[in-house]
């Protein structure tokens, strides 16, 4: 059986510090740039999953059942037109089919390729968070933001990754030296869900891991 030896990305530089972005650091300790007191499985501008929400109490329920099928869920186009209808890109270019896919991809815990109402919450809270740390970086309104700036706001949701991986991040992602919101959002999505996949193997948070070959194929493919 063939497996895959990965070594974590998300890393300190120069150093694994046993932390992941959005897992509890040590007492007197918290991850730079991290939102202080995050419970575990959360990351900054992105809330924990609680399975609490009650639908029928939900002033966006309506909303949502109005876009969703018959079974309560949305794939990925029903959901670029949920967002699209939404307003939530205000100004900014609204998402492309392949960042909802991923987007789906990131929160589809039951594998079904859709998005439930409990998800669809959980997205929402992401996205405004997001979308309030590209504003405060695209200060001159332009819809998108430099290099330079994208590797701040990285480093803010308590990513530590070498310069190597931010290079490849910033050449996957900009166009003509710049990143574009819709082309941000799905950085901040693949970083979550690559990380999550990460996390849940790595026992003992050494960031190192071994993945059988099929098990690697299906994360990236998902993803």
């Known amino acids: 059986m063939k497996l895959v030896q990965c070594i974590g990305a998300f890393i300190f530089y120069g150093g694994y510090s046993g932390q992941m972005p959005g897992m509890p650091m040590a007492i007197g300790q918290p991850m730079p740039g991290a939102v202080p007191n995050m419970p575990y499985g959360a990351y900054s501008g992105y809330s924990a999953y609680s399975g609490t929400y009650s639908a029928a109490a939900d002033p966006m329920w309506t909303y949502f059942s109005t876009i969703a099928g018959q079974d309560g869920k949305?794939?990925?186009?029903?959901?670029?037109?949920?967002?699209?209808?939404?307003g939530i890109s205000g100004t900014y270019s609204s998402f492309t089919l392949e960042t909802c896919r991923v987007m789906i991809s990131m929160l589809d815990r039951d594998y079904t390729g859709k998005m439930g109402f409990n998800e669809f919450k959980e997205l929402w809270a992401a996205l405004s968070a997001w979308k309030q740390n590209f504003m405060m970086i695209d200060r001159d309104r332009s819809g998108t933001v430099e290099l330079h700036e994208l590797t701040q706001v990285i480093a803010a949701m308590g990513y530590r990754l070498s310069p190597q991986t931010l290079t490849a991040i910033v050449k996957r992602y900009s166009k003509n030296g710049r990143i574009f919101f819709d082309d941000y959002v799905a950085c901040c999505v693949k970083l979550r869900a690559l990380t999550d996949f990460f996390r849940r193997r790595d026992n003992m948070q050494q960031g190192v891991v071994n993945f059988v070959y099929d098990d690697f194929l299906q994360c990236i493919m998902a993803i």
């Open 74 to 86: 949305v794939d990925a186009e029903e959901l670029q037109r949920c967002l699209l209808q939404s």
